[in-house]
């Protein structure tokens, strides 16, 4: 199987607008996260974590960030949509070993591709384990309202299994003179005493985003600014091109 094509194919899916599927450079080009955000969320992503994005309204951006960082998976990790119940219930019955990522469009009542609800999502956040990832979204503003979801019937997902998830990122939408202004209003990592630790969050006022957390490992971090600096610097914005520019950074071998 070319993993490559065939996870291009899973995220192009995921592309509810229409027109080209947008990268982490035209992300931060419109100032929704900031060079310092994507660099974290892209570390995490390489050391294995799931991920969850909310925002309450539709159309606020959720989807397309969760896009933008599964272009930036490791190479050696395939996707899996989860578009029926059976893909998780095979999933758990089998040793995690492989470097999967479980993805579902939408954590979600309706019945489109892709969605989940009920006791899936339990047994979805229930993959987490060993090499295997998921990545997801709902209508959630803030992690309370998040967690309070999942964990309230009729999903009632354990907190433990919520707690698992590495990155967890909020979308804020507003409109003003210039259009519609997306920003990632909060960026939370799990912490290493269990929990997640608020690490950016985005000022209104000012349109501008501050580090109120503990970045991990800063010095680790490094090679990953400097790759998203490239990035913004050469001005690439095809998906497809910062996909290729990824591949070639992880076989670098950054950790």
């Keep these: 199987m070319d993993i490559e094509r ?20 035209d992300l931060i080009a419109a100032g929704t996260l900031s060079i310092e955000m994507a660099a974290c969320g892209m570390r995490a992503m390489a050391r294995g974590a799931s991920i969850l994005t909310g925002a309450r309204p539709g159309g606020a951006g959720k989807t397309t960030l969760m896009a933008t ?17 059976s893909v998780t219930v095979r999933a758990l019955a089998e040793p995690p070993t492989e470097r999967l990522c479980y993805l579902a469009h939408e954590i979600g009542s309706g019945h489109w591709h ?14 987490i384990e060993g090499p295997r990832r998921v990545a997801s979204c709902l209508h959630a503003d803030t992690l309370g309202e998040l967690t309070d979801i999942l ?6 997902v354990s907190e433990e299994a919520v707690r698992r998830v590495g990155l967890v990122m909020f979308m804020h939408a507003d409109r003003g003179s210039r259009g519609i202004r997306r920003r990632v209003a909060s960026f939370y990592l799990a912490g290493p005493e ?3 630790e608020l690490v950016f969050e985005w000022d209104a006022r000012s349109d501008a985003f501050r580090q109120v957390g503990e970045i991990p490992d800063p010095r680790g971090l490094e ?10 610097e050469e001005g690439d914005v095809l998906s497809e091109v910062v996909r290729q ?7 670098s071998g950054p950790k």
């Design 151 to 156: 964990t309230s019937p009729p999903l009632e």
């Design 245 to 251: 520019k990824a591949v070639e950074f992880y076989r």
């Design 6 to 25: 065939w996870n291009r194919e899973q995220i192009e899916m995921l592309n509810q607008r229409g027109g080209r599927t947008l990268s982490i450079v």
């Design 114 to 127: 892709g969605y989940i609800w009920g006791r899936q999502v339990a047994e979805f956040l229930a993959l």
């Design 69 to 85: 960082f599964l272009n930036l998976l490791p190479p050696d990790v395939r996707i899996v949509t989860v578009d029926r119940r």
């Design 223 to 232: 090679p990953y600014r400097q790759f998203v600096e490239r990035l913004v």
């Design 194 to 196: 269990g929990g997640h």
